[in-house]
């Protein structure tokens, strides 16, 4: 990557029109940062210590939460740390830094939704074939594809976005280092570049929501085939979940890039929902409607010395 730059920190500005709340969003945003990571690491040791929930469905929602551990730790910590009054003064190598996992972990989440809306459709449509279909063969190659194609996306992106020389001014604008508001900065002609970032971005979760639509239209209709109204009910309720998380993690997109006109406030409070509500909320999306991951919640908590004994 080509650094053709003389700034060497930036100046992150925080969120726009949230002068005077620092305390506030401090001990809001921080209140979602600790659940966030109690609750995915809560949900990776029930997984870790029950065999029964070794399976391919929990296998990659064991992949999803350490994303959701991971996603908000890429703008939250340093977030949090000028928000309490310390400086917001964020090196050049630590802004490619935020922008490239940013990406990196949001992409890899993007096709996971997709490799797991695949092992719903499997699951339902062809359930006698489907421990060989998805044997653990398939499902690391699955797990492992979804980190090389986001680390080929989100290299692809910073890239494009660092290769431009920046010579001031170096106030960013946001509460972390992303394309739109870094591209601002640069001292450059950004057109092509903003076009090209644009498209990439855009094409990627739309292609993969087109696969994940894909998959549930044939898992509806399976599911209507179904003759009994319990068995429909109980095919349904392993897809609720992960139904719900996906319209969390598209809608932040959709809100971002379907408005008319922009609006600078509106665009930082979808990134929060995205980066901090979201993965705070897939613990309880997937164990408030699963009886097993419940079952081994409790278990782990009981050993945790949280729960008494019943």
């Known amino acids: 990557m080509r650094n053709a730059s003389v700034v060497t920190e930036f100046i992150l500005l925080g969120i726009p029109h949230t002068q005077d709340l620092e305390t506030m969003l401090f001990v809001l945003f921080l209140t979602f940062y600790v ?10 040791l029930a997984i870790a210590s029950s065999t029964r929930l070794h399976t391919p469905m929990y296998f990659f929602l064991c992949e999803l939460s350490v994303c959701d551990i991971f996603f908000p730790s890429v703008s ?12 917001r003064a964020i090196s050049y190598a630590g802004c490619v830094s935020q922008l490239f996992f940013y990406h990196f972990l949001g992409c890899t989440e993007c096709f996971l939704y997709t490799v797991m809306a695949y ?3 499997v699951a339902i449509c062809h359930p006698l ?4 279909i998805m044997s653990p063969r398939v499902c690391a190659i699955l797990a492992s594809g979804t980190s090389f194609f986001g680390c080929v996306q989100a290299t692809f992106l910073t890239t494009l976005t660092f290769q431009l ?10 509460f ?13 002609d950004t057109a092509t570049l903003e076009m090209v970032g644009f498209i990439s971005v855009g094409l990627m979760p739309l292609s993969c929501f087109l696969l994940i639509l894909a998959s549930y239209s044939r898992i509806v209709y399976s599911i209507l085939q179904i003759r009994s109204a319990e068995g429909q ?3 349904f309720s392993t897809c609720s979940a992960h139904l719900t998380a996906i319209l969390l993690f598209y809608m932040p997109v959709v809100l971002i890039y379907l408005r008319p006109t922009p609006s600078p406030w509106l665009d930082a409070m979808v990134q929060v929902l995205n980066n901090l509500v979201t993965p705070m909320l897939n613990p309880l999306i997937y164990s408030l409607r699963n009886k097993e991951v419940k079952s081994s919640l409790r278990k782990v908590l009981h050993q945790l010395g949280f ?4």
């Open 35 to 44: 659940f966030t990571l109690v609750g995915n690491l809560l949900i990776l």
């Open 76 to 87: 939250s910590p340093k977030m949090l740390f000028y928000l309490s009054g310390y400086s």
């Open 119 to 121: 092992d719903r459709f």
């Open 129 to 132: 074939r489907y421990q060989v």
């Open 165 to 174: 020389p920046y010579c001031g001014p170096n106030e960013v604008d946001y």
């Open 176 to 188: 972390f280092c992303d394309i739109p508001v870094m591209l601002k900065l640069a001292c450059a």
């Open 233 to 235: 009910r109980h095919a």
């Open 307 to 310: 729960l008494p004994e019943h």
